[in-house]
């Protein structure tokens, strides 16, 4: 069993900054690819960013890349999502997840049927 907190969502102005932690526990966490996604009302959850378990290879959706960073520290058991340059339209409860096969080429982990374990989510408002 793997247990996933978010934390570090908000309320920001168009153009602000976040950054968003996802805390891991139950398993060693330096095993585990993970990933972020999003899913704003009314739509579909889609992929943000993945990171393999490493932190090697990382892997971004077209709409948030050189804006946002995933990153990991496996010595703290926890991920993050540095948001910058924000945009009314990332307005979505963010969620991470964790695919506990270390073997899967990252760019397949923007498929959330590849993960196993997923947050509760945190909910990221972005003002005009």
């Known amino acids: 069993q793997v247990q996933l907190v978010e934390s570090g969502g908000g309320l920001v102005q168009a153009g602000g900054s976040l950054r968003l932690s996802c805390a891991a526990s139950?398993?060693?966490?330096?095993?585990?690819?993970m990933g972020w996604f999003r899913q704003a009302p009314g739509k579909e959850r889609t992929f943000v960013a993945a990171?393999?378990?490493?932190?090697?290879?990382?892997y971004y959706a077209d709409s948030v890349k050189g804006r946002f960073t995933i990153s990991r520290d496996n010595a703290k058991n926890t991920m993050y999502l540095q948001m910058n340059s924000l945009k009314p339209e990332d307005t979505a409860v963010y969620y991470c997840?964790?695919?506990?096969?270390?073997?899967?080429?990252?760019?397949?982990?923007?498929?959330?049927?590849?993960?196993?374990?997923w947050g509760q989510g945190t909910q990221v408002t972005v003002s005009s």
């Open positions: 139950g398993r060693t966490f330096s095993t585990y690819n």
């Open positions: 990171i393999s378990w490493s932190g090697g290879t990382t």
């Open positions: 997840a964790a695919d506990l096969y270390r073997g899967r080429s990252t760019i397949r982990l923007v498929n959330s049927n590849e993960y196993d374990y």
